[in-house]
Nanobody
Framework: QVQLVESGGGSVQAGGTLRVSCVVS????????LSWFRQAPGKEREGVAS????????WYADSVKGRFTISQDNGKNTVYLQMNSLKPEDTAMYYC????????????????????????WGQGTQVTVSS
């Protein structure tokens, strides 16, 4: 089992920054592919960024490349999503998700397939960006 607890959401004006965190507990092998997803009202859940624990390899949605950075602190068992240059369209509930995969390429492919490939989910943290 893997447990995920997000924190750090909030409200910010356009152009501002926020960092959301996800504390990961449980079996590392069951959650070595860690991702951030977001879901706005009336929209599907979409992948934002992903990181493969073993190699610290990362992937990003085109809409956030150059603005968001996913990272991990192994000592704190925490995954972060640093969000810069925020836009109103970034407003959504942000979820941390995890799944166990054998290789980094499986993490990439799982992330690109979308939310259905991830087994473990946090409760979400709200990010609101005003114009």
């Amino acid at each position: 089992q893997v447990q995920l607890v997000e924190s750090g959401g909030g409200s910010v004006q356009a152009g501002g920054t926020l960092r959301v965190s996800c504390v990961v507990s449980g079996s590392p092998s069951l959650g070595n592919c860690l991702s951030w997803f977001r879901q706005a009202p009336g929209k599907e859940r979409e992948g934002v960024a992903s990181i493969y624990h073993g190699l610290v390899t990362t992937w990003y949605a085109d809409s956030v490349k150059g603005r968001f950075t996913i990272s991990q602190d192994n000592g704190k068992n925490t995954v972060y999503l640093q969000m810069n240059s925020l836009k109103p369209e970034d407003t959504a509930m942000y979820y941390c998700a995890a799944v166990g995969v054998p290789f980094w390429v499986n993490c990439r492919d799982t992330f690109l397939r979308g939310a259905t490939g991830f087994r473990y989910w946090g409760q979400g943290t709200q990010v609101t960006v005003s114009s």
